[in-house]
């Protein structure tokens, strides 16, 4: 819901809803319906008490037959009431004041964190079965902050598992607080702890009272990127009453290998870099990382991550790393190697509501993850931060006398959203609304907080805001609506704070590579902190929900060690590709996938080749390969020295550089970027395609999505491929349309998609007008 009382459009359309139900079924049949209520409805204390009968007296006496049946009344978690209707009832009862919401209940089925559900994982057909029926079992190895096992059911093994796969040579690290005998299992295999470079930093030996010097995830982030990516299913996993389901990882079948590289204050190259190493040595066959640079990504040779990742790619590791939260700016992108999978992240369709109920009735959409009690129905005053000495909600800057027993209104920045709300809690507040600044827009991050809070967009922030401030005595309350999905709103969304494209070091080399989910996922969490990483939160869970590109990366893990499960014989490059050109760039309202940040469409520099579509993946028809060479020969053509390649190849190989591609778009990648010098400017790039799928004598013709100025060809425009013939190559010329042609963008963007029939092998074309060019060389 996005604005005060319902509208009439809004309305018009539940009742258009249930209007539609009430046509579909008996008209004294009655179904359940979930009555979402203000606050302050004289329902809710009758409900709450036990009194069904208060629903008689929201209708009509010839409506009041059947009697309405009241089965719960929600206070904590929700509030409202589920009532037993029918469809007449149902639809007076939505038309009433008070009533933000009847929505019938819909029959569920186990739900995970539910992103497998989302991306249509499923034992019944597609990739997991495929990859299930393999007879190798993948090692996910994940560089993080360690892993806490104790008591996780994910990471619990199953009989289905066997014992670990003959080819991987790690072990587990006992220490004094890691008991690797009674922790690791044919689940977990390896749990390795990197901590000198650290230890360096820090000057001293770390402090144990504070920090486990063990495999042992003290902070929570590695524990649940690991079960992200491969966690083992557990049933009626939640967060108190927040999305309550089936917690599975996307590779449910792989092992795990932790090696902990991250601590309190940061993680180090040589740490991360050795863990690496260490990895590649263990023969694992994915490296998920959820670890990056700040600011612009550093330079390849000066890129710990870029270095390693070279060497594992070299062995045939699929490394994944995050795309980085320093979004929505330009070339904010990290991990942008082309050797590299880099994700960005985006939302799915479930939400966790929460409604701020202004004194004036309007009603505002939000979110949150609180648990406490909930605020009374009486509104209570709300004030501005700013008025109260901190607009920012820092911890001991907020003034008890403007804020206690008051609503706070808080923007975001600077600090952790979480930590705002203790702010407010601190000084005596009793709640919080968080509100987006612009570079967030409308990007919506649940948290638990430790006071009723909710956030909310900046359009809908800057209303309430004005409210707050030009009105005299302005009050609030929050509506907790639970755990909702569906359709609205549309999914997947690009977050906000998800880094983007052009890449920095390589502008013809697009990234991010992919979007995955990365908003608001549910995932396994340590028993050593708070779901808040607050001092003064008292509370542990064995599940957390939590956002970032962290989240996102090891979601593409997961559907990597399944990719490799079901395709052993495909390079990581190949694995990529899969992944690339079968992605999805419309969302469930069969719309250009969103950017919140903006709330218009995204584009290839925001979304890269676009959302993960596992099934799709596992067929690809062609794939776009590289190796080694090939991305030396990227180097040498990037203008690298053949010392400075040395770094990547690690093998005493000295590159000559004697060839060169004629541009660095040349690198046989699934994605086309070019970059116009003049408004009379053309580029050609080459490619070459291997069919993977089951007809050899495939023939595929090319289908072009002109970016606007200019015109694409390719050459030749059908691939015929046969028994002798298995990889074709191609020419792709971008060139401007016209003489001369003004764009007015600084970008514009379309796609090649190669089809069969059968198959849709499609990649992004991204053009930098003159005007638009600003990366860094090297």
């Not at 008051?406 to 709640?431: F, Q």
């Not at 309350?477 to 704070?497: D, E, H, M, Q």
């Amino acid at each position: 819901m996005v604005s005060g009382k319902p509208s009439l459009r809004h309305l018009a359309g539940v009742l258009l809803v249930l209007a539609a139900a009430a046509g579909a079924a008996s008209a004294d049949k009655q179904s359940t319906y979930i009555v979402h209520l203000a606050p302050e409805h004289p329902a809710l204390k009758a409900a709450r008490g036990g009194g069904g009968a208060v629903l008689g007296r929201l209708l009509p006496r010839h409506l009041r037959a059947p009697r309405p049946h009241l089965l719960y009344a929600y206070a904590h978690a929700a509030t409202g009431l589920a009532a037993r209707l029918t469809p007449d009832q149902a639809v007076h009862v939505a038309a009433q004041p008070g009533v933000l919401a009847v929505h019938p209940d819909q029959p569920r089925h186990l739900h995970t964190t539910h992103t497998p559900a989302f991306l249509h994982l499923t034992q019944a057909s597609g990739l997991l079965p495929a990859a299930s029926g393999g007879s190798y079992s993948p090692v996910v190895g994940v560089l993080d902050t360690g892993i806490y096992p104790i008591g996780r059911g994910s990471f619990a093994s199953t009989a289905a598992l066997g014992p670990p796969p003959a080819s991987f040579s790690g072990r587990c690290v006992s220490t004094g607080s890691f008991n690797a005998s009674a922790y690791c299992n044919n689940k977990l295999i390896g749990a390795k702890f990197f901590y000198k470079g650290y230890e360096a930093a820090l000057g001293h030996a770390i402090d144990e009272t504070e920090e486990s010097k063990s495999p042992l995830d003290t902070e929570g982030h590695g524990t649940h990127t690991a079960s992200t990516a491969a966690g083992s299913p557990v049933t009626d996993a939640g967060f108190f009453d927040y999305a309550r389901g089936q917690a599975v990882g996307m590779s449910p079948g792989a092992r795990i290998a932790a090696y902990k590289i991250c601590w309190k204050s940061g993680c180090y190259d040589s740490d991360i870099l050795a863990a690496m190493d260490e990895a590649v040595a263990d023969a694992v066959d994915v490296i998920s990382l959820s670890v990056g640079s700040s600011g612009y990504a550093p330079s390849f040779f000066g890129d710990s991550i870029a270095i390693g990742a070279f060497h594992a790619v070299s062995k045939g590791i699929v490394v994944s790393c995050s795309a980085g939260n320093s979004g929505p700016g330009e070339y904010t992108s990290v991990n942008i190697a082309p050797w590299i999978l880099t994700v960005g992240a985006s939302t799915i369709d479930r939400e966790f509501p929460a409604d701020v109920v202004l004194g004036n009735g309007q009603v505002y959409g939000g979110v949150s993850l609180y648990t406490g009690e909930p605020l009374n129905s009486t509104q209570l005053p709300v004030v501005y931060s700013g008025d109260c000495g901190s607009r920012l909600c820092i911890i001991g800057e907020l003034d008890p006398a403007k804020v206690s027993g008051k609503i706070v209104l808080c923007e975001r920045g600077s600090n952790a959203r979480v930590a705002k709300g203790a702010a407010v809690k601190l000084a005596g507040g009793a709640g919080m609304i968080l509100v987006n600044s612009a570079d967030s827009g409308e990007e919506l991050i649940a948290d638990s907080h430790l006071v009723p809070a909710t956030m909310v967009g900046q359009k809908l922030g800057d209303k309430i805001k004005y409210y707050v401030q030009s009105h005299p005595s302005p009050t609030a309350t929050i509506l907790f609506r639970g755990t909702v999905i569906g359709k609205s709103p549309s999914a997947p969304r690009v977050a906000a704070f998800s880094s983007r494209g052009p890449n920095y070091r390589a502008p013809e080399i697009l990234k991010p590579d992919v979007v995955a989910p990365g908003v608001n996922i549910l995932a396994a969490w340590t028993g050593d902190a708070s779901p808040t990483d607050l001092d003064i939160d008292p509370r542990r869970v064995e599940f957390n929900i939590i956002s970032g590109t962290s989240m996102a990366c090891p979601h593409v893990s997961g559907l990597a060690a399944l990719l490799r499960q079901a395709h052993p014989d495909w390079s990581p490059a190949a694995i990529k590709s899969a992944l690339m050109t079968t992605a999805y760039n419309v969302d469930n309202s069969d719309s250009i996938i969103k950017d919140l940040a903006t709330g218009l469409e995204s584009t290839p520099f925001v979304r890269g080749a676009g959302h993960v579509n596992p099934n799709r993946a596992l067929d690809p028809g062609l794939v776009y390969d590289a190796g080694t060479d090939d991305y030396v020969t990227f180097l040498c053509t990037l203008g690298y020295s053949p010392s400075l390649i040395s770094l990547f190849t690690r093998d005493g190989t000295v590159a000559n550089c004697s060839t060169k591609f004629s541009r660095t778009g040349d690198l046989n990648y699934p994605a086309f970027v070019v970059i116009l010098s003049s408004y009379k400017d053309s580029a050609t790039l080459h490619r070459v395609v291997r069919n993977v799928g089951s007809d050899v004598n495939a023939v595929y013709e090319a289908k072009i999505d002109n970016p606007s100025g200019v015109d694409v060809t390719v050459s030749p425009n059908k691939l015929v491929f046969d028994v002798d013939h298995q990889s074709l190559a191609y020419d792709i010329t971008i060139a401007v349309s016209g003489n001369p042609v003004i764009v007015d963008e600084k970008y514009t963007f379309g796609s090649l998609s190669w089809s069969d029939g059968v198959h849709d092998v499609t990649s992004p074309i991204a053009v930098t007008w003159p005007s638009g060019a600003g990366a860094a060389s090297m």
